[in-house]
């Protein structure tokens, strides 16, 4: 089974609306990272979260850790079209300098 | 960021020819990564260095190596090109400014085996 399981794969909004993408892990998370990519680009570093109840944000995008789900959630609101792009989480096990991605949601944003 | 430039970009090749990639990065980071991308699998982790000449396998490693002969280089070599490995390629390094962890990506370099 995946290690990192990301929901929803594809997602198409409407710009202004609010969104959610999860994250979750079949492992003990120790770090939990997020990532954009702009379609043919690198990734970009959004987030990084690692305790239990955190919560972050980077402009519109906010970010927050389960530790007891072993779940993140980053929800994005009043989308815009800017907003749109590859999501991936990656996180890090017991002193593994190695980061597991899962598969990344792809969101669409239709001004 | 790190300074992490890959090259070439894009490059088209014949199967059974050997290809490599190089990733150079300018801020001295130890750890070195190369990571594949395919529809479907998400970003999956080839070779890792923790070190000049010290390199270990990822998880989809068959028919890769790599060298790491200086610091700020990382190379992967496809010894024979085949299909499966048209891919897009990330290189990445730490980037302790985004947490202990964190990487640092290149921009990617797309190769087309036909």
């Known amino acids: 089974s995946q290690e990192l399981e990301q929901s929803p794969q594809s997602l198409i909004v409407q710009e202004g609306k609010n969104l959610t993408i999860n994250c979750t892990s079949s492992k003990t998370l120790y770090g939990l990272y997020w990532y954009k990519q702009k379609y043919g680009e690198g990734l970009i570093f959004l987030m990084m979260?690692?305790?239990?109840?955190e919560e972050k944000s980077h402009e519109k995008i906010t970010a927050k850790l389960d530790e007891k789900k072993q779940q993140s959630s980053l929800h994005i609101t009043a989308s815009q079209p800017s907003h749109a792009g590859i999501y991936l989480c990656g996180i890090s096990g017991a002193g593994s300098y190695q980061l597991t991605f899962g598969k990344g949601t792809k969101l669409s944003v239709i001004p | 960021d790190a300074g992490i430039t890959q090259s070439p970009r894009h490059k088209v090749t014949e199967t059974g020819t050997p290809v490599t990639l190089r990733c150079h990065q300018t801020?001295?980071?130890?750890?070195m990564y190369w990571y594949r991308q395919d529809p479907g699998h998400g970003l999956r982790l080839i070779h890792y260095s923790y070190g000049v000449k010290d390199t270990d396998k990822g998880e989809v490693s068959d028919g890769y190596s790599v060298s790491r002969s200086k610091t700020e280089d990382f190379l992967l070599t496809l010894e024979s090109a085949t299909s499966s490995q048209t891919s897009v390629y990330f290189c990445a390094t730490i980037s302790p400014r985004q947490g202990p962890y964190g990487y640092t990506f290149g921009s990617g370099t797309r190769l087309t085996v036909v």
């Open positions: 979260l690692q305790k239990g109840g």
């Open positions: 801020e001295n980071h130890r750890y």
